[in-house]
């Protein structure tokens, strides 16, 4: 079973409107988990590094006040578009690692957004 | 910067024949990962490959990673109409844990038809 959850998987917003996406790590604790935007028929870009207890550290060319990341919790990293325009429609993929003697990444199912 | 390129970036084979996609990285790096994408859908981890001359199989599908040469090849055989998916390297530019995030080659569209 999916050990990253991601919610909601497909959302259509008005243009204008704040977004947030959930990633959740099911069985394990994430200190660190990772967002990835890909465009149609694309490569994964990836946006951000969110860390647990402190600020997400971005990807040059990313807005941070359009983003925001928030990973208040070991198994918590929420996604926020803030005021999203077309231009933000994509499909964004957040992943976590899983730490220890079988270090594992894991993706979430992904998050696909229509800004009309 | 870490550059990743993957070739072919689009594939389009006959059921039953032997291809190989190629993925070659600009840095050092000791981990490399292929995945699997289907339309509309998020990845699916095919292969992990964390050392030099390292070689796993699944099925059809066969990687291998060679770090002197920054080089990782997914080798499939005698393909069949369901491995038609985009196929994603991607390299791990840490020492190890994938802290730093992955940075992916932009994909092979494959398309196998009958």
């Known amino acids: 079973g999916a050990v990253v959850s991601q919610h909601p998987s497909r959302v259509i917003c008005k243009s204008g409107t704040s977004v947030k996406i959930e990633c959740r790590s099911l069985?394990?604790?994430?200190?660190?988990m990772f967002w990835y935007r890909q465009f149609p028929k694309q490569s994964l870009m990836l946006m951000a590094t969110?860390?647990?207890?402190?600020?997400?550290?971005?990807e040059q060319g990313v807005e941070k006040d359009k983003f925001l990341i928030n990973h208040a919790s070991l198994t918590l990293s929420t996604l926020t578009v803030t005021s999203a325009h077309p231009e933000d429609s994509s499909f964004y993929i957040c992943s976590a690692v899983r730490q220890g003697s079988n270090e594992k990444l894991f993706f979430g199912s992904g998050t696909q957004l229509s800004v009309l | 910067e870490l550059k990743v390129e993957q070739n072919p970036l689009f594939l389009s084979m006959q059921e039953g024949k032997n291809y190989t996609i190629y993925c070659n990285y600009s840095?050092?790096?000791?981990?490399l990962y292929w995945y699997r994408q289907d339309p509309g859908k998020s990845l699916e981890s095919l292969f992990v490959?964390?050392?030099?001359?390292a070689v796993k199989q699944e099925g059809r599908l066969m990687a291998s990673l060679d770090t002197k040469a920054r080089l990782s090849t997914l080798h499939i055989t005698a393909a069949v109409h369901d491995l038609s998916a985009t196929y994603f390297c991607?390299?791990?530019?840490?020492?190890?844990?994938?802290?730093?995030?992955?940075?992916f080659g932009k994909g092979t569209h494959l398309i196998i038809q009958p």
């Open positions: 991607a390299v791990d530019p840490s020492s190890g844990g994938g802290a730093d995030g992955l940075t």
């Open positions: 069985d394990f604790q994430a200190t660190t």
């Open positions: 969110s860390n647990e207890g402190s600020k997400a550290t971005y």
């Open positions: 490959l964390l050392s030099n001359g």
């Open positions: 840095t050092t790096s000791d981990r």
